[in-house]
T-cell receptor, first 114, second 112 residues
Framework: NAGVTQTPKFQVLKTGQSMTLQCAQD?????MSWYRQDPGMGLRLIHY???????DQGEVPNGYNVSRSTTEDFPLRLLSAAPSQTSVYFC?????????????FGPGTRLTVL | DQQVKQNSPSLSVQEGRISILNCDYT??????FLWYKKYPAEGPTFLIS?????DKNEDGRFTVFLNKSAKHLSLHIVPSQPGDSAVYFC???????????FGPGTRLSVLP
């Protein structure tokens, strides 16, 4: 099992550019989510999905879009990058059937917006 | 206002001694709590959890204590080892979903 994979590992964008952060898991998990980690802020939930075709907003969704067409993949799209989106992005997945089920995290994508 | 607080940004402990990491929360609806460990350039990994029906949960060297009336939990690591040096995140959630609120983290350094 590869677990949760994220690509790319690093990315530099200019303000206004768009891009997609890829996330895939091979554990047949229903629940997937995207977080951003900023210094002193912990991990903040951007968007999440409880299954294919179902997505919802988290704490900080503005400027990001998601879709979930398959159980395995959960891409995060930045529509028009801004310097405030400079952060480390983590994708996570879990079975979702049990409250408090541990989440498995990917290695992260470090994004810099100039 | 942060719902989950970890007021110590960093902590240094001698190898073999006890490490105590603290976490406070403000939302009384939180019923489930998890601790994650994170090494540099890696994603967080699950360490231990506790639900509100318990006040203690133990897994090897790691024990989590929950004081619901004080809205406080703590993670004890005994004995501490240099490999425990990492950032530790406390996370809290309610009993109805999968979404958790994370604290800002505490960087633990275990000195040989």
């Amino acid at each position: 099992n590869a677990g949760v994979t994220q690509t790319p590992k690093f990315q530099v964008l200019k303000t206004g550019q768009s891009m997609t952060l890829q996330c895939a898991q091979d554990m047949n998990h229903e629940y997937m989510s995207w977080y951003r980690q900023d210094p002193g802020m912990g991990l903040r939930l951007i968007h999440y999905s409880v299954g294919a075709g179902i997505t919802d907003q988290g704490e900080v969704p503005n400027g990001y879009n998601v879709s979930r067409s398959t159980t395995e993949d959960f891409p995060l799209r930045l529509l028009s990058a801004a310097p405030s989106q400079t952060s480390v992005y983590f994708c996570a997945s879990s079975y979702g059937g049990v409250t408090g089920d541990e989440q498995f995290f990917g290695p992260g994508t470090r994004l810099t917006v100039l | 206002d942060q719902q989950v607080k970890q007021n110590s940004p960093s902590l240094s402990v001698q190898e073999g001694r006890i490490s105590i990491l603290n976490c406070d929360y403000t939302n009384s609806m939180f019923d489930y709590f998890l601790w994650y460990k994170k090494y540099p350039a890696e994603g967080p990994t699950f360490l231990i959890s506790i639900s509100s029906i318990k006040d203690k949960n133990e897994d090897g060297r790691f024990t989590v204590f929950l004081n619901k009336s004080a809205k406080h939990l703590s993670l004890h690591i005994v004995p501490s080892q240099p490999g425990d040096s990492a950032v530790y995140f406390c996370a809290a959630g309610d009993n109805y979903g999968q979404n958790f609120v994370f604290g800002p983290g505490t960087r633990l350094s275990v000195l040989p």
